[in-house]
């Protein structure tokens, strides 16, 4: 049994192993509570393949909107230098999508764990998603959404604590929020940045 405290939220995040290869979970992000469940195909020493899933339930918030998620998760290595690469088929629908009835796309995700003391690993990661239920030349004055992150932060872990702290840098692209809808038919691209903390306690 993990517990986890993300800052952004101010709520636990419960994940329980059922077995070796099956940990069922939920928590809640930025954007709202989210269950999930990850399945271990590929468990070695040097090289994992999981495969997860889980859903995003709005709680609140100006631009709400609900999604779901699936897709698989490779990591290789060892302990003092790992690599990540993940996809995960994500849909997303509600009010900051008012041009489609939903937007669909593949999130990518590289990253890599680095130790660089006894207890402290560097991490860093890059995250890209991309909407691909647009057609452009059906209809041109729909664009595709877009996002790219960065990642980078420092995990301090002891046998049963570890804290995470890092910065999430990234840039959304044809962005059209509810208002904007109602009001002008232009998109908006921004840039973010959000501090993220997480501690971890495994039992």
């Known amino acids: 049994l ?100 939903s937007v669909e796309g593949g999130l990518g995700m590289t990253g890599v764990e680095l130790r660089i003391a006894p207890r402290a690993k560097f991490l860093f990661s890059i995250l890209s998603y991309t909407q691909i239920n647009v057609d452009e030349e059906e209809d041109p004055t729909i664009r595709p959404f877009s996002a790219i992150a960065v990642t980078p932060g420092i995990r301090i872990y002891g046998k049963s604590l570890s804290a995470d702290v890092g910065v999430m840098v990234g840039q959304l692209k044809n962005l059209k929020l509810d208002e904007d809808y109602k009001s002008s038919d232009e998109y908006r691209d921004a840039t973010f940045v959000l501090p993220m903390v997480t501690l971890r306690y495994q039992l």
């Open 2 to 101: 993990t517990l986890g405290f993300p800052g952004p939220g101010g709520a636990p995040d419960i994940q329980y192993g059922l077995s070796d290869w099956l940990q069922v979970g939920a928590g809640y992000t930025l954007i709202g509570f989210t269950p999930s469940v990850r399945l271990g195909i590929i468990r070695s020493r040097r090289v994992d393949l999981t495969l997860v899933g889980g859903a995003y339930l709005p709680v609140g918030g100006d631009q709400p909107f609900t999604g779901q998620y699936a897709g698989g998760m490779l990591t290789a290595g060892k302990d003092d230098f790992r690599v990540h690469l993940g996809y995960q088929y994500v849909q997303l629908w509600g009010e900051p999508f008012p041009d489609v009835r």
